[in-house]
């Protein structure tokens, strides 16, 4: 059995945009583990088709804000800035400030997992609603989304940011200690649009998990996060 658990009316609140398709908004909601393919469900691959789409609305958007935010930029700064922008961690946390997990249609053990509240699956539900609200609203939709949750972030860094894995590997070695360790430890997803989990280790200090679309992202996402804890 599958189910969400809320009312999707604050959600559509949130969105600011109300579906003249509602069944668009259903199929971003749907995750895989909701999909009786035994019978033909009616989304046969769950929001991933939508997630395919939202990637790509996403990423064009970014690139729109940043030419227009900082025009003296290089092209190698403007695509520091626009990979720091898009990655999945960035994604998940917007689903959490939308509420999105509670309106996720999830399978009874996925749910029970947690998988409302999991990186991967709320990053790939925010592009997959994204995408609805392209399929739904077009490009204009689409773009007062993304500018709604992603303008004060893109203006949060005034220089473009630097690499999480070399600010790590220069912290270790400015201590005398080895140079972190990368290993993936998960996979999901289907065969074109896999996620990767991978654990950074440095000596002596607890390791940090990351997620991403590419092993290098995730391995990203793990030095940002090691860099956090021990900034603390």
């Known amino acids: 059995m599958a189910r969400s658990i809320t009312s999707r009316d604050p959600l559509l609140k949130a969105l600011g945009h109300r579906f ?29 088709r939508l997630e395919f ?12 804000m940043l030419q227009e935010q900082f025009p ?8 520091k800035r626009h990979a720091a922008l898009v990655k999945a961690s960035v994604l998940a946390d917007v689903a959490r400030e939308l509420g999105l997990g509670e309106h996720l249609l999830l399978a009874d053990n996925e749910r029970a997992s947690g998988g409302a509240a999991k990186p ?15 399929r739904d609203g077009g490009l204009t939709a689409a773009t007062k989304f993304v500018r709604k ?6 203006e949060a860094a005034i220089k473009p940011p630097a690499d999480a894995k070399t600010v790590l590997q220069e912290w270790a070695q400015g201590r005398g200690l ?24 440095v000596q002596e200090r607890t390791p940090a998990r990351g997620i991403g679309r590419t ?10 996060k090691l860099l956090a ?3 603390k």
């Open 72 to 79: 003296s930029d290089s092209e190698g700064e403007l695509a």
């Open 53 to 64: 789409l939202g990637d790509r609305v996403l990423a064009l958007v970014v690139a729109e």
């Open 149 to 154: 949750h992603w303008q004060s972030r893109l």
């Open 120 to 134: 991967t699956i709320l990053a790939d539900a925010c592009e997959a609603v994204l995408g609805a609200l392209y």
């Open 215 to 224: 092993k290098r992202e995730a391995e990203r996402d793990a030095a940002t």
């Open 229 to 231: 804890e021990l900034e």
């Open 20 to 48: 003249a398709d509602a069944a668009l908004l259903d199929e971003a909601l749907t995750h895989r583990s909701a999909v009786d393919r035994k019978r033909r469900a009616k989304f046969a691959h769950g929001n991933e």
């Open 178 to 201: 080895n140079l972190p360790e990368y290993r993936e430890i998960g996979r999901e997803g289907p065969a074109h649009a896999p996620k990767f989990a991978v654990e950074v280790m």
